[in-house]
């Protein structure tokens, strides 16, 4: 596969194996959290408008995910002491992990080709999966808009308003 074809995951896949470090350089793994439902977001860049606003929506729901069971976790080539900067300054709630060869984007087939601004370019593809207590995929959602996502989120998984 080269860099720029995209192979989508769909629900019923079992997920890709992602095992990355964190803001604090603790290596996470899915592996970790079978047995819990799992909401992974990839996305571009820490500190930007649109993945600021993706962040900071997801953080203010966070306690309905949480409620229901959900651990939430974001993907992007952002190095650990950059995630702990977007954490900090945003007071994001949940763990950023670090992926800067894009090895495991490309697993999940969230880095390749897009259109951005009208022009097909190559980088990371906005993306959530919903995770299942099995580690399978019960929800695959490619280019994603950051504004507005936690809500469409809630409501897809009927949680309080």
């Known amino acids: 596969m080269t860099e ?14 992602l095992c990355l470090e964190n803001q604090d350089h ?7 959290y079978v047995g819990q439902k799992v909401v992974l977001y990839f996305y571009p860049k ?3 408008p649109g993945c600021t606003t993706q962040a900071s929506e997801l953080t203010e729901i966070l306690p309905k995910l949480t409620a229901a069971g959900f651990k939430v976790m974001g993907v992007s080539p952002d190095t650990p002491e950059r995630h702990l900067e977007f954490i900090n300054r945003i ?16 697993a999940w087939g969230t880095y390749g080709k897009k259109i951005m601004y009208g022009r097909e ?3 990371v593809i906005r993306s959530t999966f919903l995770i299942d207590e099995t580690g399978t995929i019960t929800k695959a959602t490619y280019g994603t808009k950051a504004t507005g996502h ?3 989120l809630a409501k897809e998984l009927g949680l309080p308003a």
Not at 91 to 106: E, N, R, V
């Open 46 to 48: 820490d500190l930007t």
């Open 91 to 106: 007071s994001i709630g949940f763990d950023l992990l670090s992926d800067p060869d894009k090895t495991t984007m490309a």
């Open 150 to 152: 936690a809500a469409r």
């Open 26 to 32: 603790k290596k996470i793994c899915l592996s970790d």
């Open 121 to 123: 370019t190559t980088g």
């Open 4 to 17: 720029t074809e995209n192979q989508r995951l769909s629900p019923g896949d079992k997920a890709p194996i």
